[in-house]
């Protein structure tokens, strides 16, 4: 007993002492980026007001951004007489929490969440897979003409939309996936080129000797795909996942393309037919709070994951 007892203490200092020493590792590399930011390219200090400027710079340019968000939340928030008044009011003078509730009751608000969940959900999976293995194949393996074809597939990226919306529709059609979620998801199975072209960027980084030595060692392709590669590559891969998420759950045109049954049509489509419905009475407080509602979860996606976002953009863009 007295043996378990030492044993279990000795675990947990031991446990105590490693994140003591991670924390101070943290502390130490933040010192050193603070001081970093703070010299310029031939490593002089910057003068002190340099900083400040900076800041309140990007605090007004923040506020300019955020200005938007802050004034469709107060108007979602207000009566119809209160939205009348001129001057507007800053605040609300009497909080109408009630909007949301009857911008939800107007519209089948659950049935096109769900159906943009599903969308979005599908489109970010594929989205990550696919683009990572055509990713892999342009950047960790050798094979001949592998730049001629990766230009070519950069160069679909100055495709406009407009090319391929009617062979697109037709295909979809005479398949009678029209009024399905499929011409939606489905694409996203073969990879996007910019997709493609963020993640080729990343996994050139990774040092090729490491990915022969696993060849070495008889590890298969597949294998080093997924337990080499793809925990390296988490950052970029979450960039990825943020950027199909927000193009999928945004996506206008191609709802009102595909999607004329209500029963499947997604919120971009529903704040768009709840416009018009009342195209005559628009009640922009309900509006504001529906729009609200709809990019909230877009908002709690970003700022959960925006140190991934971030490392996953800038690290691809430098070596």
């Known amino acids: 007993m007295t043996t378990s007892l030492t044993e279990h203490d000795s675990s947990a200092a031991s446990s105590t002492a490693k994140n003591s020493s991670h924390l101070a590792e943290r502390r130490r590399q933040r010192a050193e980026d603070a001081d970093q930011n703070n010299r310029r390219a031939d490593g002089t200090l910057r003068p002190w007001y340099s900083t400040l400027i900076a800041r ?23 009566s119809n007489e209160e939205l009348a008044k001129f001057p507007p009011t800053l605040l609300p003078q009497s909080w109408e929490f009630g909007n949301y509730v009857k911008a939800i009751t107007a519209m089948p608000f659950l ?44 160069g679909t990226l100055f495709l406009p939309f407009p090319v391929t919306l009617i062979p697109m529709f037709d295909m979809w059609a005479r398949l009678g996936a029209v009024n399905t979620l499929f011409p939606l998801i489905i694409p996203a199975m073969f990879g996007s080129a910019f997709f493609v072209f963020l993640l080729r960027q990343f996994l050139l980084q990774i040092p090729r000797d490491m990915l022969n030595a696993a060849r070495v060692d008889g590890a298969s392709e597949w294998t080093i795909l ?25 996506d206008f045109m191609g709802p009102l393309i595909y999607l004329q049954d209500q029963r499947v049509q997604t919120l971009s489509i529903g704040l768009q037919t709840f416009r018009s419905v009342n195209a005559q009475d628009v009640s922009f407080n309900q509006l504001m709070a529906a729009s609200f509602l709809v990019i909230l979860p ?22």
């Open 56 to 78: 309140i710079v990007m605090i007004a340019l923040s506020a300019l951004f955020l200005l938007p968000m802050y004034w469709m939340i107060a108007s979602s928030l207000k």
């Open 226 to 250: 997924w337990k080499l590669v793809f925990p390296t590559a988490r950052p970029a891969l979450t960039t990825v996942a943020i950027f199909a998420a927000v193009g999928a759950w945004n």
């Open 111 to 154: 049935q096109f969440f769900a159906n943009s969940a599903i969308i979005t959900v599908s489109v970010v999976v594929l989205s990550v897979v696919a683009n990572f293995i055509v990713a892999y194949g342009f950047s960790c393996i050798e094979w001949p003409g592998r730049d001629k074809v990766f230009l070519v597939v950069i």
């Open 298 to 319: 877009l908002l709690v996606l970003f700022f959960i994951f925006q140190r991934y976002f971030i490392r996953g953009i800038t690290i691809g863009g430098f070596k």
